[in-house]
Protein backbone atom coordinates (compact mmCIF):
# COMPACT_ATOMS: atom_id res chain seq x y z
CA UNK A 1 0.00 0.00 0.00
CA UNK A 2 1.23 3.45 -0.94
CA UNK A 3 -0.37 5.56 0.93
CA UNK A 4 -2.49 5.58 3.85
CA UNK A 5 -5.18 7.73 2.60
CA UNK A 6 -7.14 8.58 -0.29
CA UNK A 7 -8.66 11.62 -1.38
CA UNK A 8 -12.16 11.50 -2.04
CA UNK A 9 -13.95 13.96 -4.61
CA UNK A 10 -15.37 15.98 -1.58
CA UNK A 11 -11.88 16.69 -0.88
CA UNK A 12 -12.01 14.40 2.28
CA UNK A 13 -9.11 12.06 3.15
CA UNK A 14 -10.39 8.91 4.27
CA UNK A 15 -7.97 5.92 5.66
CA UNK A 16 -7.46 3.16 2.82
CA UNK A 17 -7.43 0.59 6.07
CA UNK A 18 -10.17 -0.09 8.81
CA UNK A 19 -11.73 -2.33 10.81
CA UNK A 20 -15.34 -4.44 9.28
CA UNK A 21 -17.88 -5.01 12.30
CA UNK A 22 -20.69 -7.70 10.62
CA UNK A 23 -21.30 -10.29 12.72
CA UNK A 24 -19.92 -8.31 15.92
CA UNK A 25 -21.82 -6.78 19.02
CA UNK A 26 -23.96 -10.12 18.84
CA UNK A 27 -23.08 -12.46 20.86
CA UNK A 28 -23.04 -10.80 24.67
CA UNK A 29 -20.23 -13.57 25.81
CA UNK A 30 -18.16 -12.28 23.19
CA UNK A 31 -18.66 -8.29 23.96
CA UNK A 32 -15.30 -7.85 26.19
CA UNK A 33 -13.35 -9.51 23.29
CA UNK A 34 -14.79 -7.86 20.81
CA UNK A 35 -14.75 -4.16 22.33
CA UNK A 36 -11.06 -4.71 23.43
CA UNK A 37 -10.28 -5.88 19.61
CA UNK A 38 -11.96 -2.60 18.19
CA UNK A 39 -10.03 -0.20 21.12
CA UNK A 40 -6.58 -2.36 20.31
CA UNK A 41 -7.20 -1.00 16.34
CA UNK A 42 -7.87 2.68 17.39
CA UNK A 43 -4.88 2.56 20.30
CA UNK A 44 -2.77 1.27 17.08
CA UNK A 45 -4.20 4.11 14.39
CA UNK A 46 -6.79 2.59 13.21
CA UNK A 47 -9.40 5.71 12.50
CA UNK A 48 -11.94 3.85 9.88
CA UNK A 49 -14.76 1.57 11.14
CA UNK A 50 -17.46 0.04 8.97
CA UNK A 51 -20.78 -0.89 10.15
CA UNK A 52 -24.68 -0.83 9.06
CA UNK A 53 -27.66 -0.87 10.64
CA UNK A 54 -28.66 -4.37 9.66
CA UNK A 55 -25.49 -5.82 11.40
CA UNK A 56 -27.12 -7.40 14.63
CA UNK A 57 -30.15 -5.11 14.07
CA UNK A 58 -27.81 -2.22 15.62
CA UNK A 59 -26.09 -4.55 18.02
CA UNK A 60 -22.60 -3.79 15.88
CA UNK A 61 -23.21 -0.05 15.70
CA UNK A 62 -23.91 -0.19 19.76
CA UNK A 63 -20.97 -2.27 20.11
CA UNK A 64 -18.48 0.20 18.29
CA UNK A 65 -20.65 3.08 20.45
CA UNK A 66 -19.34 1.33 23.49
CA UNK A 67 -15.59 0.72 22.08
CA UNK A 68 -14.89 4.50 21.13
CA UNK A 69 -16.26 6.57 24.07
CA UNK A 70 -12.92 8.22 25.03
CA UNK A 71 -11.31 8.20 22.07
CA UNK A 72 -11.49 11.43 20.36
CA UNK A 73 -14.28 11.40 17.80
CA UNK A 74 -12.62 13.52 15.11
CA UNK A 75 -9.91 11.60 14.80
CA UNK A 76 -12.58 8.55 13.81
CA UNK A 77 -13.93 8.15 10.58
CA UNK A 78 -17.36 5.77 10.86
CA UNK A 79 -19.30 4.46 8.24
CA UNK A 80 -22.46 3.33 8.37
CA UNK A 81 -24.85 1.92 5.90
CA UNK A 82 -29.07 2.23 5.39
CA UNK A 83 -30.98 -0.51 4.19
CA UNK A 84 -32.31 -0.16 1.28
CA UNK A 85 -36.03 -0.30 1.97
CA UNK A 86 -35.56 2.72 5.11
CA UNK A 87 -33.29 4.75 2.14
CA UNK A 88 -36.53 6.94 1.36
CA UNK A 89 -37.95 10.65 2.68
CA UNK A 90 -40.26 8.35 4.91
CA UNK A 91 -37.61 6.59 7.20
CA UNK A 92 -33.94 7.54 6.27
CA UNK A 93 -34.03 10.15 8.67
CA UNK A 94 -35.53 7.75 11.52
CA UNK A 95 -32.34 5.17 10.41
CA UNK A 96 -29.75 8.22 10.70
CA UNK A 97 -30.80 9.37 14.14
CA UNK A 98 -30.95 5.57 15.57
CA UNK A 99 -27.45 4.83 14.45
CA UNK A 100 -26.26 8.14 15.70
CA UNK A 101 -27.83 6.82 18.91
CA UNK A 102 -26.41 3.57 18.81
CA UNK A 103 -22.63 4.70 17.81
CA UNK A 104 -23.62 7.67 20.66
CA UNK A 105 -22.09 10.26 18.25
CA UNK A 106 -23.69 13.40 16.70
CA UNK A 107 -22.56 12.47 12.71
CA UNK A 108 -21.82 10.35 10.58
CA UNK A 109 -18.53 10.55 8.32
CA UNK A 110 -19.96 8.48 5.55
CA UNK A 111 -23.07 6.78 4.77
CA UNK A 112 -24.44 4.17 2.43
CA UNK A 113 -27.00 2.85 0.60
CA UNK A 114 -26.36 -0.72 1.59
CA UNK A 115 -27.42 -2.21 -1.81
CA UNK A 116 -30.07 -0.74 -4.42
CA UNK A 117 -34.20 -1.69 -3.54
CA UNK A 118 -37.34 -0.12 -4.68
CA UNK A 119 -36.79 3.46 -3.44
CA UNK A 120 -35.66 5.94 -6.37
CA UNK A 121 -31.85 6.43 -6.85
CA UNK A 122 -33.31 10.24 -6.77
CA UNK A 123 -35.02 10.54 -3.58
CA UNK A 124 -32.23 8.44 -1.86
CA UNK A 125 -29.53 11.38 -3.49
CA UNK A 126 -32.06 13.89 -2.28
CA UNK A 127 -32.20 12.83 1.12
CA UNK A 128 -28.67 12.40 1.48
CA UNK A 129 -28.08 15.39 0.43
CA UNK A 130 -30.46 16.82 3.04
CA UNK A 131 -28.72 14.58 5.74
CA UNK A 132 -25.65 16.56 4.63
CA UNK A 133 -26.88 19.85 4.98
CA UNK A 134 -27.91 19.29 8.38
CA UNK A 135 -24.40 18.09 9.35
CA UNK A 136 -25.75 14.51 10.19
CA UNK A 137 -23.60 12.87 7.66
CA UNK A 138 -20.06 14.29 5.70
CA UNK A 139 -20.57 12.37 3.28
CA UNK A 140 -22.42 9.41 1.01
CA UNK A 141 -21.93 6.81 -0.50
CA UNK A 142 -23.18 3.22 -1.75
CA UNK A 143 -22.76 -0.38 -1.83
CA UNK A 144 -22.72 -3.23 -4.02
CA UNK A 145 -23.30 -0.98 -7.23
CA UNK A 146 -22.17 -2.34 -10.54
CA UNK A 147 -20.95 -0.60 -13.51
CA UNK A 148 -24.49 0.30 -14.85
CA UNK A 149 -25.92 1.45 -11.50
CA UNK A 150 -22.79 3.67 -11.01
CA UNK A 151 -23.99 5.13 -14.06
CA UNK A 152 -27.27 5.88 -13.76
CA UNK A 153 -26.83 6.79 -10.22
CA UNK A 154 -24.51 9.83 -11.69
CA UNK A 155 -27.29 10.71 -14.48
CA UNK A 156 -29.42 11.94 -11.14
CA UNK A 157 -29.06 15.32 -9.63
CA UNK A 158 -25.82 15.02 -7.35
CA UNK A 159 -26.20 11.73 -8.05
CA UNK A 160 -22.23 12.77 -8.62
CA UNK A 161 -21.45 13.66 -4.60
CA UNK A 162 -21.43 9.70 -4.47
CA UNK A 163 -17.72 9.32 -3.00
CA UNK A 164 -17.70 5.69 -2.85
CA UNK A 165 -18.91 2.08 -3.61
CA UNK A 166 -18.51 -0.68 -1.37
CA UNK A 167 -18.28 -4.15 -3.11
CA UNK A 168 -16.98 -7.21 -2.55
CA UNK A 169 -13.60 -7.77 -3.67
CA UNK A 170 -10.92 -10.57 -2.68
CA UNK A 171 -8.08 -12.69 -4.51
CA UNK A 172 -10.47 -14.88 -5.53
CA UNK A 173 -13.13 -12.48 -6.69
CA UNK A 174 -11.44 -9.99 -9.46
CA UNK A 175 -14.73 -9.50 -11.67
CA UNK A 176 -14.82 -5.63 -10.28
CA UNK A 177 -11.35 -5.44 -11.99
CA UNK A 178 -12.72 -5.75 -15.51
CA UNK A 179 -14.71 -2.69 -16.08
CA UNK A 180 -16.03 -1.20 -12.57
CA UNK A 181 -12.83 -0.43 -10.86
CA UNK A 182 -11.45 1.23 -13.72
CA UNK A 183 -14.43 3.62 -14.27
CA UNK A 184 -15.11 4.08 -10.38
CA UNK A 185 -11.16 5.22 -10.80
CA UNK A 186 -11.96 7.18 -13.58
CA UNK A 187 -14.87 9.38 -12.33
CA UNK A 188 -12.26 9.48 -8.94
CA UNK A 189 -14.78 7.52 -6.64
CA UNK A 190 -12.56 5.10 -4.53
CA UNK A 191 -13.76 1.63 -4.32
CA UNK A 192 -14.35 0.27 -0.44
CA UNK A 193 -13.69 -3.77 -0.28
CA UNK A 194 -15.36 -5.58 1.32
CA UNK A 195 -14.57 -9.73 2.70
CA UNK A 196 -11.53 -8.50 1.57
CA UNK A 197 -10.41 -11.68 3.08
CA UNK A 198 -12.92 -13.83 1.57
CA UNK A 199 -13.92 -14.34 5.19
CA UNK A 200 -10.89 -16.33 6.33
CA UNK A 201 -11.21 -18.47 3.22
CA UNK A 202 -14.23 -19.74 3.36
CA UNK A 203 -15.96 -17.71 0.48
CA UNK A 204 -12.95 -19.62 -1.56
CA UNK A 205 -10.93 -22.31 -0.07
CA UNK A 206 -8.31 -22.34 -2.27
CA UNK A 207 -6.71 -18.96 -1.55
CA UNK A 208 -5.17 -20.04 1.55
CA UNK A 209 -4.16 -23.39 0.63
CA UNK A 210 -2.47 -21.90 -2.59
CA UNK A 211 1.58 -22.57 -2.66
CA UNK A 212 1.77 -18.80 -4.57
CA UNK A 213 0.00 -17.12 -1.50
CA UNK A 214 1.76 -19.26 0.90
CA UNK A 215 5.63 -18.83 -0.98
CA UNK A 216 4.76 -14.78 -0.94
CA UNK A 217 3.47 -14.99 3.02
CA UNK A 218 7.13 -16.58 3.85
CA UNK A 219 9.54 -14.38 1.91
CA UNK A 220 7.71 -11.24 3.65
CA UNK A 221 7.77 -13.11 6.77
CA UNK A 222 3.45 -12.51 7.20
CA UNK A 223 0.58 -14.47 7.42
CA UNK A 224 -1.82 -15.69 4.06
CA UNK A 225 -4.53 -13.38 5.43
CA UNK A 226 -2.21 -10.37 5.38
CA UNK A 227 -1.16 -11.40 2.13
CA UNK A 228 -4.92 -11.31 1.07
CA UNK A 229 -5.10 -7.56 2.45
CA UNK A 230 -2.26 -6.66 0.27
CA UNK A 231 -3.32 -7.76 -2.76
CA UNK A 232 -6.45 -5.89 -2.52
CA UNK A 233 -4.10 -2.74 -1.44
CA UNK A 234 -1.81 -3.18 -4.54
CA UNK A 235 -4.34 -1.06 -6.24
CA UNK A 236 -4.06 2.33 -5.57
CA UNK A 237 -7.87 3.39 -6.04
CA UNK A 238 -9.48 0.66 -3.20
CA UNK A 239 -9.82 0.89 0.40
CA UNK A 240 -10.26 -2.27 2.99
CA UNK A 241 -12.65 -2.98 6.33
CA UNK A 242 -11.65 -6.75 7.30
CA UNK A 243 -13.19 -7.84 10.03
CA UNK A 244 -11.80 -9.34 13.31
CA UNK A 245 -12.91 -9.86 16.89
CA UNK A 246 -9.40 -10.68 18.08
CA UNK A 247 -6.82 -8.00 19.07
CA UNK A 248 -4.16 -9.99 17.43
CA UNK A 249 -6.17 -10.30 14.19
CA UNK A 250 -7.21 -6.83 14.20
CA UNK A 251 -3.21 -5.71 14.85
CA UNK A 252 -2.25 -8.17 12.03
CA UNK A 253 -4.31 -6.39 9.66
CA UNK A 254 -3.16 -3.16 10.22
CA UNK A 255 0.65 -4.30 9.92
CA UNK A 256 -0.77 -5.32 6.04
CA UNK A 257 -1.06 -1.64 5.20
CA UNK A 258 2.64 -1.72 5.77
CA UNK A 259 3.37 -4.37 2.93
CA UNK A 260 4.62 -3.77 -0.29
CA UNK A 261 4.38 -6.60 -2.81
CA UNK A 262 6.94 -6.05 -6.10
CA UNK A 263 5.95 -6.27 -9.38
CA UNK A 264 6.87 -9.75 -9.81
CA UNK A 265 5.18 -11.09 -6.69
CA UNK A 266 1.76 -9.37 -7.50
CA UNK A 267 2.15 -11.19 -11.11
CA UNK A 268 2.66 -14.56 -9.37
CA UNK A 269 -1.07 -13.86 -7.71
CA UNK A 270 -2.75 -12.33 -10.44
CA UNK A 271 -1.34 -16.07 -12.61
CA UNK A 272 -2.66 -18.21 -9.32
CA UNK A 273 -6.04 -16.44 -9.73
CA UNK A 274 -6.97 -14.94 -12.52
CA UNK A 275 -9.02 -11.65 -12.99
CA UNK A 276 -12.26 -12.53 -15.41
CA UNK A 277 -11.39 -11.56 -19.01
CA UNK A 278 -14.76 -10.71 -19.61
CA UNK A 279 -17.76 -8.95 -17.47
CA UNK A 280 -18.63 -11.05 -14.66
CA UNK A 281 -21.66 -9.27 -12.72
CA UNK A 282 -20.85 -8.49 -9.10
CA UNK A 283 -20.31 -10.76 -6.55
CA UNK A 284 -22.53 -10.24 -3.14
CA UNK A 285 -22.43 -12.21 -0.05
P1 LIG B 1 -13.59 -10.62 5.99
O1 LIG B 1 -13.14 -10.98 4.63
O2 LIG B 1 -13.11 -9.37 6.59
O3 LIG B 1 -13.22 -11.86 6.93
C1 LIG B 1 -13.59 -11.91 8.28
C2 LIG B 1 -13.09 -13.23 8.84
O4 LIG B 1 -11.66 -13.27 8.81
C3 LIG B 1 -13.49 -13.49 10.27
O5 LIG B 1 -13.85 -14.85 10.38
C4 LIG B 1 -12.23 -13.22 11.07
O6 LIG B 1 -12.20 -14.05 12.21
C5 LIG B 1 -11.15 -13.61 10.10
N1 LIG B 1 -9.92 -12.85 10.27
C6 LIG B 1 -9.78 -11.52 10.25
N2 LIG B 1 -8.50 -11.16 10.36
C7 LIG B 1 -7.79 -12.30 10.47
C8 LIG B 1 -6.42 -12.59 10.62
N3 LIG B 1 -5.50 -11.61 10.64
N4 LIG B 1 -6.03 -13.90 10.71
C9 LIG B 1 -6.94 -14.89 10.66
N5 LIG B 1 -8.27 -14.67 10.51
C10 LIG B 1 -8.69 -13.39 10.42
O7 LIG B 1 -15.20 -10.72 5.97
P2 LIG B 1 -16.42 -9.76 6.27
O8 LIG B 1 -17.59 -10.40 5.62
O9 LIG B 1 -16.55 -9.44 7.68
O10 LIG B 1 -16.08 -8.42 5.42
C11 LIG B 1 -15.41 -7.32 6.02
C12 LIG B 1 -16.38 -6.19 6.34
O11 LIG B 1 -16.95 -5.66 5.16
C13 LIG B 1 -17.60 -6.59 7.17
O12 LIG B 1 -17.28 -6.87 8.52
C14 LIG B 1 -18.50 -5.43 6.94
O13 LIG B 1 -18.12 -4.33 7.72
C15 LIG B 1 -18.28 -5.19 5.45
N6 LIG B 1 -19.22 -5.92 4.58
C16 LIG B 1 -20.07 -5.17 3.78
C17 LIG B 1 -21.00 -5.80 2.96
C18 LIG B 1 -21.92 -4.96 2.13
O14 LIG B 1 -22.88 -5.50 1.56
N7 LIG B 1 -21.68 -3.68 2.02
C19 LIG B 1 -21.10 -7.27 2.89
C20 LIG B 1 -20.12 -7.95 3.69
C21 LIG B 1 -19.22 -7.29 4.48
P3 LIG B 1 -11.69 -13.55 13.66
O15 LIG B 1 -12.75 -12.68 14.21
O16 LIG B 1 -11.50 -14.85 14.38
O17 LIG B 1 -10.38 -12.82 13.44
Not at 13 to 30: A, C, D, N, S, V
Not at 59 to 76: F, M, N, V
Not at 140 to 161: A, C, I, K, Q, Y
Not at 195 to 203: E, K, S
Amino acid sequence: MNKNEIKLSNGMEMPRLGMGTWFLGEKKQKDDQETAALRAGIDAGIRLIDTAEMYGDGKSEQLIGRAIKGYDRSRLFLVSKVYPHNAGRRKIFKSVQQTLKNLQTDYLDLYLLHWRGAVPLEETVECMEQLVKEGKIRSWGVSNFDTDDMRELLSVPNGDHCVVDQVLYHLGSRGVEYDLLPWLEEHQIPLMAYCPLAQAGDLQKDLLKSSTVKEIAKIHNITPMQVLLAFVLYQPNVIAIPRSGKAEHVLQNWNARKIRLTDVEYGLLDKAFPAPKQKTYLDIV
